[in-house]
């Protein structure tokens, strides 16, 4: 099975390229929704996070409040260092869930949706890594028009993030998002076939105690 880590930036595109990759077929596990349902109201990531912020990040109903959870932790390095003690590892386990069915699915291609692939070294573990990327203007003007606000605040959330630059260093693949969303898409149908060429014979190479080894390598290095 050829796992493949699919990363980008805030507002460079990496959830049109996501859904453009499962509307060709290929299978994509979107760690984002992993986090959410890992950390549902009850569970034991939910758990490990009242732990470290305590209960005044739940709403009345006992949910987190992802928002007021997001200030917290924005700006505030040790609290992100918090949140990912206190999440990392039920997602790694969410993950490693999600990719033995995908195996026992026969799925010879997944697509590995982390926003965090770099910063958590997980790109170690995936090949190619593909990164969504734009020029700094786009970005700036995509997140102002998706999410409103002043440019100073906007541009505070992109300086937050691993730069772009420093991601293309790492990356494999580098989809550039400066177009239309028409020329995106015909991007993506070139990566699509791209990353299924040759994916039958890793499926064939690929025996099930290498599969563990791989689940087991990204439960450790999230934890």
Do not use: Y
């Amino acid at each position: 099975m050829r796992v493949v880590g699919l990363t980008g930036g805030i507002a460079t595109g990496k959830s049109t390229v996501s859904r453009e990759l499962s509307v060709q077929g290929i299978t994509v596990i979107d760690c984002d929704k992993l986090a959410h349902a890992a950390t549902s109201k009850g569970s034991w990531g939910w758990k490990r996070v009242v732990q470290a912020f305590g209960r005044d990040i739940l709403t009345a109903e006992g949910d987190i409040d992802r928002e007021r959870l997001g200030g917290l932790v924005f700006n505030d390095a040790a609290a992100r260092r918090r949140l990912n003690a206190a999440t990392h590892l039920p997602v790694a386990l969410s993950l490693a869930r999600a990719l033995l069915l995908s195996w026992l699915s026969c799925k010879w291609v997944v697509v590995v949706d982390m926003p965090l692939l770099f910063e958590t070294k997980s790109h170690k573990l995936t090949r190619p890594n593909v990164l969504v990327a734009c020029s700094p203007e786009q970005q700036l003007g995509r997140l102002l028009a998706r999410d409103g606000g002043s440019v100073e605040r906007a541009q505070a959330r992109i300086a937050a993030q691993m730069p772009l630059d420093a991601k293309k260093r790492l990356a494999d693949i580098v989809v550039e998002n400066d177009g239309s969303v028409e020329q995106l898409k015909a991007q993506v149908r070139r990566l699509s076939e791209r990353l299924r060429r040759g994916s039958l014979l890793w499926g064939v190479l690929t025996s099930p105690l290498a599969v563990m080894a791989l689940v087991a390598a990204v439960a450790l290095r999230l934890r």
